[in-house]
């Protein structure tokens, strides 16, 4: 019996969901959801993260997840410090390119142990990944800010990431403003924040 499923295999995930997609006509989702698909190839690759270094996306119809393996050469700080920023700028110029089509993004970024099987991707971490993208904390700080997407990262990616301050992370720029629940459990995420910041800095220090 095929027991590959039960194995866990570690990632990186990035949740990313589309503000107010279910507002629009269903040609309309279809154009978006191909925009999106490009951006986010265009954003990895930023971060010289490549087809080989991920898993294929699990399509969420408004959204998505992306898996990233695990690489010496690609550490998880470059999704925060190459990734995320330059899907900020991919959403601007789309925006400019096509206003017609122009959307903002939730993204949430956790690390975890993943379990595929034929249909999907999934597991505790995927759910975490999922609650913290849909969190209502997160879609009221997109709502409230005029900036192309809100972030948001896990308890433990921040413990293990961002509290460190790493070359390119700004720990000062995040606030720990989410709370969800994973079946009894009560867990926590944390805002990016950049008002919270000196004026004129961006994502990375």
Known sequence: MDTSADIPRHRAIMAVDIEGSTHTTNSVRTQLRSALFELLDEALAAGRIGRKHRDEFVDRGDGALCLIRPYDQLPKTLLLTAVV??????????????????????????????????????????????????????????????????????????????????????????????????????????????????????LTA
Do not use: M, N
């Open 85 to 202: 920023p330059r899907l900020a700028e991919l959403l601007v110029k789309h925006a400019e390119s096509r206003p017609e089509l122009a959307f903002r993004l939730r993204v949430a970024v956790h690390a975890g142990e993943v379990h595929r099987d034929a249909r999907t991707s999934y597991g505790e971490d995927v759910d975490i990944a999922c609650r913290l993208v849909d969190s209502p904390e997160l879609k009221r700080h997109l709502h409230e800010t005029a900036e192309p997407l809100a972030l948001a990262v896990s308890q433990e990616f921040h413990r293990s990431v961002v509290r460190h301050g790493y070359p390119g992370i700004d720990r000062s720029a995040f606030t720990q403003a989410v709370h969800f629940k994973l079946g009894e459990e009560r867990l926590r995420g944390w805002l990016y924040t950049p008002e919270a910041r000196a004026p004129g800095e961006g």
